[in-house]
């Protein structure tokens, strides 16, 4: 910095000031712009240690989640964009769930802490302990953002989802229209709010439209569809909503195994759409939940106490939820594996 203000004949504290963001009502333009051009010129980038010691904030912002689908890593990557717009440096951290390492959710939220970090975005925790610690330690001292989950009765927090009545909705509405009435669905067996609330919204959603579900199909994460005898239920059915992208390609390959032609045979539709499906054939008709959108809103909640503040308010108008919340609402993106039924079908269905 001293380096900078000879080359500029200036004063240190004006750069001090001007390479902090400060100063704008003080310096011209010209100045700052000198200032910023010389800067670049010698190499000068901003130390977050130095920083923080004489602001005693960290920039930093803690994500648990874990990125191994297409969605999340849209969603992280919509995060990311938006809190480095602001300054903001996120530190992504992914829990163990699967190699035995014991890199438990609790642990990761307590070095984030440890780490004084200024917020905290967290996809549905699966660990009850690390929920009550996310509830009654983080949320008390930083802005605490979940995705698709819920904590009740937890101060300074806000939930950002899909609402999953509109999804569910605009996937039957297209079904519907094009003739169906023997819809399934497929989901998974595992707790969580998303989860249950679309099963839910799926049940709701039929009988609103006067149908019955032909079939409701929960399988535990990494299990084979074709070993739930699945094969068997699509027989039964002229249509299927699958509770994510990757279970619609799931059920696209246990029909085509058992016969079944798509989408003339069996139409189906699926929740996320793969920012890859251009290159797909067939281009599956999906429920794009926007994940972008939704890293940009976590993003907002987080650095913008006005933006939570509204949530709340929002919320206490409303009357519906205990937990403040916004919502990105999703489209239907028709692709090709959805089209008027053309199967007759005798049999009695499995439920």
Known sequence: MKDIAKRGNVSLATVSQVLRGQGADR?????????????????????????????????????IMVTNSDHWQRLATGLQIHLLAHDLLPLVLQPDYDTGSNVTELQLLQHLMGLRVEG????????????????????RQVPVIT?????PEAANTVNVRTPEHKAMAAALDHLVEMGHQRIGYLGFATPGNWVIDRRDAFVQEMTARGLHPVFLKEIAKG??????????DLRNVTAVIAATEQLAVSVWQVAQNAGLHIPSDLSIVGFGQFHFDFALWPKFTSINQHPEKIGRAAATMLFDSTARDRARRQTNAAGQYAVPHIEVEPTLDVGQTTAPPHRKISHTPSN
């Open 223 to 232: 299990d084979n569809p074709s070993l739930a005898r699945l094969d068997a």
């Open 27 to 63: 310096y011209s333009q010209a100045t700052r712009d000198k200032i910023v051009r010389v800067a670049n010129e010698l190499g000068w980038s901003p130390n977050r240690l130095v920083r923080g010691i004489q602001t005693g904030r960290t920039g930093m912002v803690g994500l």
């Open 120 to 139: 905290i975005v967290c996809w549905p925790l699966t660990d009850r302990a690390a929920t009550d610690y996310l509830s009654s330690v983080c949320s």
């Open 147 to 151: 995705l698709d989950f819920e904590l």
